[in-house]
């Protein structure tokens, strides 16, 4: 396999896992990035924890999904990372759950 094929190879694994994203995303409440991956779930438990004057995160995914190229199962029943790095956890937004306001200013009538 040529170096180039293996860059064609890996460029169509990210695009089919951007897919599956964009499929499965809707089926979850939250965002969670951390410094090694990238996560949907359903629900997150976030703790900050010390020892020996370490703070750490610790994080509980329940019902998940996993942005990794290289799992054959990205659907994951309970998560937990540990991590002495930033979590950023975002609440999704659903479609039906947005209100707009009826003066948003979008130049209509």
Same mark, same amino acid.
């Given at each position: 396999?040529? $170096?180039? /094929?293996?860059?064609?190879?890996?460029? /169509?694994?990210?695009?089919?896992?951007?897919?599956?994203?964009?499929d499965? $995303?809707n089926?979850?409440?939250?965002?969670?990035? #951390?410094?090694?991956?990238f996560?949907?779930?359903?629900?997150v438990d976030?703790?900050?924890?010390? =020892?020996?004057?370490?703070?750490?995160? /610790?994080?509980?995914? #329940? @019902? =998940?999904?996993?942005? /990794?190229?290289?799992?054959t199962a990205?659907?994951?029943?309970?998560?937990r990372?540990?991590?002495?790095?930033d979590?950023?956890?975002e609440?999704?937004?659903?479609?039906?759950?947005?209100?707009?306001?009826? @003066? =948003?200013?979008?130049?209509?009538?």
């Open positions: 396999m040529s $170096a180039e /094929d293996l860059e064609n190879y890996e460029t /169509d694994m990210e695009l089919q896992l951007y897919r599956e994203y964009k499965v $995303a089926l979850f409440n939250y965002v969670v990035e #951390t410094e090694r991956r996560y949907l779930a359903n629900a976030m703790k900050a924890r010390s =020892a020996d004057g370490e703070v750490y995160f /610790d994080v509980t995914l #329940t @019902d =998940a999904w996993v942005w /990794d190229v290289y799992r990205r659907f994951v029943k309970t998560v990372i540990v991590t002495f790095k979590v950023n956890i609440e999704l937004s659903r479609i039906e759950d947005l209100t707009i306001p009826k @003066d =948003a200013g979008m130049g209509l009538g």
